[in-house]
């Protein structure tokens, strides 16, 4: 999978960029999955753990131990795992704060993927990840990954084969998130059936799919 972008060793680094914890997995859990079961290295940044917007049952910080649990399901190692606290909703006061973080990275991971948000998600921190991103590593190629809920359209033009295996362990991953159980798209009826109106459109059973921002072939 993805050896053109690293003929040399057939093996890359993949870089989730997840404006709030379990955006990743939502959008691209699969393709995590995936990716971790063919050998490449996968990174994965969250900018927010949302204290503001927990729901008063849970524990403010709840967030961080349901995304360190769901990335580990999805096989991605702790010290790959990136927590920043940027404040929910606030992430376009911070663009440079974000941006620099961002190079910061890229300097230090050498991405040959990033998988990030669409440019055309309407929620104000998604929209931000994804204009930065776009900045930080428009030497890279980037996907943007599919979140109908917020996405005002969405460009299907990729799209990723899933096994059984893999949208178990998107599904597993996601079932971590008891604090975001209340939502209409937080559950595996939604997940699978997401997954197989893609995987119909190219003739398999499960898919992902995700718009191609920038593809670099070495």
């Not at 972008?5 to 999955?33: Q, V, W």
Request: charged fraction near 25%.
């Amino acid at each position: 999978m993805l050896n053109t972008l690293n003929s040399k060793k057939n093996k890359i680094n993949a870089l989730i960029l997840a404006p709030h914890t379990d955006d990743g997995e939502l959008g691209c859990g699969g393709t995590i999955a995936k990716l971790v079961s063919e050998g490449h290295s996968v990174y994965y940044v969250a900018f927010s753990a949302c204290y503001q917007s927990v729901l008063k049952e849970f524990k403010e910080d709840i967030l961080i131990t349901e995304v360190k649990s769901a990335t580990s399901i999805l096989g991605i190692r702790p010290e790959n795992l990136i927590l920043f606290d940027f404040e929910v909703r606030t992430f376009s006061f911070r663009r440079q704060e974000i941006l620099d973080q961002l190079i910061k990275i890229r300097e230090e991971i050498h991405p040959d993927l990033v998988l990030m948000p669409s440019t055309n998600d309407m929620h104000q921190d998604h929209i931000t990840i994804a204009q930065e991103g776009l900045r930080a590593f428009k030497f890279n190629s980037i996907m943007s990954y599919e979140m109908p809920w917020n996405n005002l359209s969405f460009n299907t033009s990729s799209f990723v084969y899933l096994k059984e295996e893999h949208m178990k362990k998107k599904v597993k991953a996601l079932s971590e998130y008891k604090s975001q159980a209340h939502k209409s798209y937080a559950n595996e009826e939604f997940i699978r059936s997401l997954a197989r109106t893609r995987g119909v459109q190219i003739g398999t059973k499960y898919a992902e799919t995700f718009d191609i921002l920038r593809w670099i072939i070495n």
